[in-house]
């Protein structure tokens, strides 16, 4: 399957070239920046340096478009725009600073508030998924992305996480186990966007986070519907949290 769009050339170079900063850094991990952006909440100085260089890459390709990314914030940023970028320059932060290579670059089109592209480069498999909605997905532009056909959610497997500012409540812990408990097994790997891959290549059939920041998800959202499953976020505050389920579209949560 092959997928012409200029927009994905765009984002698949600017990919590769901040995929080559985060190779070099992670083979020097021990000298690695680390900073404490709030509790729980980590930043590296590799993330700074990619999220500039997509910045630049995308910005001079598409000088017109809205910008939100996750550290930089809004740029040119307009809720109305035509289209938007959405950028985590390296899902999976605290992966990375601790040597563990689950984690990857993430970039996301959205047109009108939905999603339309997404990329994503895994660092651990040195993989390029790239999803186009209502065309189709592919890894490395030859193998077809796609969606499990499992609709069993007693041999389903769930990705999840807890993301920085989720609620430890008691009676939202409980809720979250409820809806949980169904499944065969439960995945926790600290990458949204590379679960979400996951689920858009067949490997799990369900990803649910609950107060995930957008960043954190648009391109894998992209990728699992452009892979033939089915995607389901709702905005929970204004800090740009959402609830978010993604699935093969045959098993729900």
Same mark, same amino acid.
């Given at each position: 399957?092959?997928?012409?769009?200029?927009? #994905?050339?765009?984002?698949?170079?600017?990919? @590769?070239?901040?995929?080559?900063?985060?190779? @070099?850094?992670?083979? %020097? #991990? %021990?000298?690695?920046?680390?900073?404490?952006?709030?509790?729980?909440?980590?930043?590296?100085?590799?993330?700074?340096?990619?999220?500039?260089?997509?910045?630049?890459?995308?910005?001079?390709?598409?000088?017109?478009?809205?910008?939100?990314?996750?550290?930089?914030? %809004? #740029?040119?940023?307009?809720?109305?725009?035509?289209?938007?970028?959405? #950028?985590?320059?390296?899902?999976?932060?605290?992966?990375?600073? *601790?040597?563990?290579?689950? +984690?990857?670059?993430? !970039?996301?089109?959205?047109?009108?508030?939905?999603?339309?592209?997404?990329? !994503?480069?895994?660092?651990?498999? +040195?993989?390029?998924?790239?999803?186009?909605?209502?065309?189709?997905?592919?890894?490395?532009?030859?193998?077809?992305?796609?969606?499990?056909?499992?609709?069993?959610?007693?041999?389903?497997?769930?990705?999840?996480?807890?993301?920085?500012? *989720?609620?430890?409540?008691?009676?939202?812990?409980? %809720?979250?186990?409820?809806?949980?408990?169904?499944?065969?097994?439960? *995945?926790?790997?600290?990458?949204?966007?590379?679960?979400?891959?996951?689920?858009?290549?067949?490997?799990?059939?369900?990803?649910?986070?609950?107060?995930?920041?957008?960043?954190?998800?648009?391109?894998?959202?992209?990728?699992?519907?452009?892979?033939?499953?089915?995607?389901?976020?709702?905005?929970?505050?204004?800090?740009?949290?959402?609830?978010?389920?993604?699935?093969?579209? *045959?098993?729900?949560?």
């Amino acid at each position: 399957m092959k997928l012409n769009s200029a927009n #994905i050339n765009i984002m698949v170079k600017a990919c @590769r070239k901040a995929s080559k900063v985060l190779i @070099r850094d992670f083979g %020097e #991990i %021990e000298n690695l920046q680390v900073s404490v952006k709030g509790p729980g909440d980590f930043v590296t100085v590799s993330d700074k340096k990619v999220e500039k260089i997509l910045i630049e890459e995308l910005q001079k390709a598409r000088p017109d478009y809205s910008f939100l990314s996750e550290e930089a914030g %809004e #740029i040119n940023f307009d809720s109305d725009s035509e289209y938007t970028w959405l #950028i985590d320059p390296l899902d999976g932060t605290m992966n990375f600073a *601790r040597g563990f290579p689950v +984690c990857c670059v993430s !970039i996301a089109l959205w047109m009108h508030a939905a999603p339309a592209l997404g990329v !994503i480069y895994d660092l651990n498999t +040195c993989h390029m998924h790239v999803g186009v909605v209502g065309k189709g997905a592919t890894t490395d532009g030859k193998e077809p992305m796609q969606v499990s056909d499992v609709d069993n959610p007693g041999q389903a497997v769930l990705a999840t996480g807890f993301p920085t500012g *989720r609620s430890y409540e008691p009676n939202d812990l409980a %809720e979250f186990i409820a809806k949980v408990r169904r499944f065969k097994k439960i *995945r926790m790997i600290g990458s949204a966007a590379v679960s979400l891959a996951n689920v858009a290549s067949g490997v799990w059939e369900v990803y649910h986070e609950e107060n995930v920041f957008l960043w954190d998800v648009a391109a894998g959202l992209a990728l699992v519907e452009a892979a033939g499953g089915k995607v389901v976020y709702s905005k929970l505050s204004s800090e740009g949290t959402f609830n978010v389920t993604a699935s093969n579209g *045959r098993v729900t949560l």
